[in-house]
Structure formats: structure tokens, C-alpha cells
């Protein structure tokens, strides 16, 4: 049986640079909407809310082909097309 510390060690760590590039240019987009679009809290609010579902879909997509394919990893590439909540 594996050691759950085993287990934690073979997930890699996120990639601070990327996470950082995509902070910055949702912020980027978040102030243009705000200033130029008078976008308002609540339309931003709906708009991360869609944003965190559309992470949740991904995810659930993700861990079912982890589980048909027998994939260890969590960084699943696929080449087909998805189809999501929202368009």
C-alpha cells in the first residue's frame, strides 16, 4: 500500500509563473470592463462565478477520463472537443 506522503510527492506543483500570467491578464480585462465597459460588481461577480463552474466542468472531465484510461497524472491532454455549460 502506497504512504499517503508518497502520493502527495508525485503531484507537481503549480507553475507560479503561469498562474501569474493569467492573474495578470484577468486583472488586466477586469479593470478594462470596470473602467471602460462601467461593468459592476455584480456582472463581475457573474462572471467569476461562470469562470469557477467552467473550472469545476474541466475538472469533472478531467478525473472522468483518469478513471476510464487508468491516467495517473492530473495533467490530462486530449485532443477532443468539449462542449460547456455556458456556450
Known sequence: MNNMSEEVEK????????VE???DAIDELMDKAFH???ANFIEMDIVLM???EKLRQEK???????GKNGISSPNLETTEKK?????
Open 60 to 66: 469533472h472531465f478531467v478525473y472522468n477520463e483518469i
Open 36 to 38: 471602460e465597459k462601467k
Open 50 to 52: 461562470m469562470l469557477g
Open 11 to 18: 503531484v507537481p506543483p503549480p507553475n507560479w509563473e503561469i
Open 21 to 23: 500570467e493569467l492573474f
Open 83 to 87: 462542449a460547456h455549460f455556458y456556450g
